[in-house]
């Protein structure tokens, strides 16, 4: 908060802003909480919650600021130095330089918050944006198809996200302490940094899943269980392979470096790689018939671990969607500002929400 208040007020006086008066930590918490009042009591635009119609305006909004006062906080609100920030053509050029120490700040208070399970999942979430940015993403088969991907790593049993980061492309790959790993290696290590040597487990699916990756996360004192393409390199060849030898229930495997690759034959074959179970136990699980009866089947536990423990971030996005309305549109803020700001501290919001409901007892998301 005093960063930010400090590079706002640093910022207005290098443009020399008319009639600035110098925010502080307080008055930036009331601003926020007034963005998010905005989010859940939305109107078509900014100006209407200061309406001298009492009909159309906000009490919990214009008793806090003059609209005067919130336009020029809007205005000039900053995160970092602009004058530091590198070159566009420069290879240490940052795309979220200008939010990074919020992005670093949101992160560091999570890890010491809260204390998750022996369960991690790795995953990725989109924040709904169609406007102009270099950093948007279409992804098509995704619920929320444009917008911000931000690769999350979440609590399984809470949904709680412990780390994340913002996807810039992939030529952010080429830095940092991973750089010379691939791109969905990287992601997977550097949101696990922080439980190295934890002998946690980390799950995710075949986007960033690699044979490398999983000795990687095993020397780091992790383990890992994630869905894999059949035909990444460094794998056995029965991965890949289509043709039919497996009887619905049967599963083979192989072991390399104390990487165990499986296949299991369910109405499709699965294909995973995992360091964290013994790929030879099984369990029994139920399938229906087209004709309505139930079977028994054979399954690889790590089939079963995996579905049970994967949808940490899938949760999260759950809580978050079904209170849409605290993430306020990008137009009551400002149009040029980057609503991944505005989702983050949202996400963080209800982060806390899952922390003290876990902690103190049921407490609805919306009343909290």
């Known amino acids: 908060m005093q960063q930010i208040c400090f590079q706002t007020n ?10 600035w008066r110098e925010l502080t930590v307080q008055e930036l918490k009331a601003f926020l909480g007034m963005i998010i009042v905005m989010g859940i009591h939305q109107l078509p635009e900014a100006a209407i919650y200061w309406s001298s119609d009492p009909y159309l305006n906000v009490n919990a909004v214009l008793n806090v600021m003059t609209l005067a006062r919130y336009k020029k906080i809007i205005e000039n609100l900053q995160c970092n130095d602009n004058l530091f920030q590198s070159a566009t053509n420069d290879p240490g050029y940052d795309k979220l330089y200008k939010i990074r120490p919020l992005i670093s700040a949101l992160n560091k208070n999570c890890l010491k918050v809260y204390h998750p399970s022996t369960s991690l ?16 993403q279409y992804m098509p088969m995704k619920p929320v198809n444009r917008g911000y991907q931000i690769w999350c790593l979440a609590d399984v049993n809470t949904g709680f996200i412990s780390n994340f980061d913002v996807y810039t492309g992939k030529s952010a790959a080429s830095r940092g302490e991973f750089k ?3 791109m969905c290696e990287r992601v997977v290590l550097e949101l696990c940094k922080p439980f190295f040597n934890s002998n946690r487990t980390v799950v ?3 986007l960033f899943s690699t044979f490398s990756l999983m000795k990687q996360l095993r020397k780091q004192g992790l383990y890992s269980c994630g869905t894999v393409r059949g035909n990444r390199k460094g ?5 890949a392979s289509k043709l039919q030898s497996l009887n619905r229930g049967e599963f083979t495997f192989a072991v390399k470096s104390g990487v165990a690759a499986v296949k299991w034959q369910d109405s499709k074959a699965v294909c995973l790689l995992s360091t964290a179970l013994n790929p030879k136990d099984v369990v029994f699980i139920k399938r229906k018939l087209k004709d309505g009866s139930t079977i028994r089947i054979s399954c690889p536990e790590v089939v079963h671990v995996y579905n049970s423990t994967m949808g940490g971030v899938d949760h999260f996005d759950q809580i978050r969607e079904s209170h849409r309305q605290l993430l306020c549109t990008i137009s009551t803020v400002k149009t040029k500002r980057k609503p991944a700001v505005i989702s983050n501290e949202t996400s963080k919001a209800i982060d806390k929400w899952f922390f003290i409901k876990n902690e103190e007892g049921p407490i609805t ?3 909290f």
């Open 10 to 19: 640093l910022y207005a006086k290098l443009k020399n802003s008319a009639q």
């Open 121 to 136: 999942a790795v995953d990725e979430s989109m924040v709904a944006f169609k406007g102009r940015t270099s950093l948007k």
């Open 180 to 182: 010379d790993c691939q």
């Open 204 to 206: 995710f699916d075949n």
């Open 235 to 239: 794998l056995p060849q029965f991965l």
């Open 365 to 367: 998301c919306f009343l």
